[in-house]
């Protein structure tokens, strides 16, 4: 089916008001970590706007959520100062980590026709693709702030660890509530045309 001009525009519209509430709810006063992170619940409306409209419109509302957050957001550079570290973090930290989110769709077609269960599984494992995101900067580049004698990789999976666990579990039920409430018919399946 060709989309128009008026379901594209439609589209973008709705992806910016996604990205804005995203933005919104991450300003809320939740607890924030000492080096960046704190539970939120912000990733919600982009995974939701990817269950409507698909993976790539969904991944390019992550991006431009990650440029917000560099934009807007409390910004921490790496221990190492070099160009090449904050590049990496760049990458880790912000475009990757919050552009996989809008690939939920993908990882919901896993579970078939249980549609909820595919929802909430997509939501945790973008979840658990942005902790993987995490996990390898706080290892690559914030290990220094480890205590003295801990692993570097063991910090970092227990320092990310401590709010991405908690937000991903949030996610995946606030996504099953969401999508519960919805028309199926307003929810589209993943499909390879997507990409």
Same mark, same amino acid.
Not at 123 to 128: H, Q
Not at 129 to 144: N, T
Not at 179 to 193: F, G, I, W
């Given at each position: 089916? @060709?989309?128009?001009?008026?379901?594209?525009?439609?589209?973008?519209?709705?992806? #910016?008001?996604?990205?804005?509430? #995203?933005?919104?709810?991450?300003?809320?006063?939740?607890?924030?970590? &000492?080096?960046?992170?704190?539970?939120?619940?912000?990733?919600?409306?982009?995974?939701?706007?990817?269950?409507? /409209?698909?993976?790539?419109?969904?991944?390019?509302?992550? =991006?431009?959520?990650?440029?917000?957050?560099?934009?807007?957001?409390?910004?921490?550079?790496?221990?190492?100062?070099?160009?090449?570290?904050?590049?990496?973090?760049?990458?880790? *930290?912000?475009?990757?980590?919050?552009?996989?989110?809008?690939?939920?769709?993908?990882? #919901? /077609?896993?579970?078939? /026709?249980?549609?909820?269960?595919?929802?909430?599984?997509? #939501?945790?494992?973008?979840?658990?693709?942005?902790?993987?995101?995490?996990?390898?900067?706080?290892?690559?580049?914030?290990?220094?702030?480890? &205590?003295?004698?801990?692993?570097?990789?063991?910090?970092?999976?227990?320092?990310?660890?401590?709010?991405? =666990?908690?937000?991903?579990?949030?996610?995946?039920?606030?996504?099953?509530?969401?999508?519960?409430?919805? *028309? &199926?018919?307003?929810?589209? &399946?993943?499909? @390879?045309? *997507?990409?």
């Amino acid at each position: 089916m @060709k989309t128009t001009t008026k379901e594209r525009t439609l589209s973008i519209a709705e992806g #910016a008001v996604m990205v804005a509430l #995203a933005v919104v709810l991450d300003l809320l006063p939740l607890p924030s970590w &000492p080096q960046g992170g704190s539970i939120s619940v912000a990733a919600v409306p982009i995974i939701f706007y990817s269950y409507r /409209r698909g993976l790539l419109m969904g991944s390019l509302a992550g =991006l431009v959520w990650s440029l917000t957050q560099l934009i807007i957001g409390p910004w921490y550079t790496p221990p190492a100062k070099t160009i090449g570290a904050v590049i990496l973090c760049v990458l880790l *930290d912000y475009i990757l980590a919050f552009t996989v989110i809008g690939t939920a769709p993908f990882f #919901a /077609r896993l579970a078939g /026709r249980l549609r909820l269960v595919g929802y909430c599984v997509g #939501a945790v494992a973008v979840s658990l693709m942005r902790f993987v995101c995490s996990f390898l900067s706080g290892g690559l580049l914030w290990g220094s702030y480890a &205590p003295e004698g801990t692993n570097i990789w063991w910090y970092s999976l227990t320092y990310n660890g401590s709010y991405m =666990l908690p937000n991903a579990v949030l996610a995946g039920v606030l996504i099953v509530v969401l999508c519960a409430a919805v *028309d &199926p018919k307003t929810l589209r &399946p993943y499909k @390879k045309s *997507d990409i």
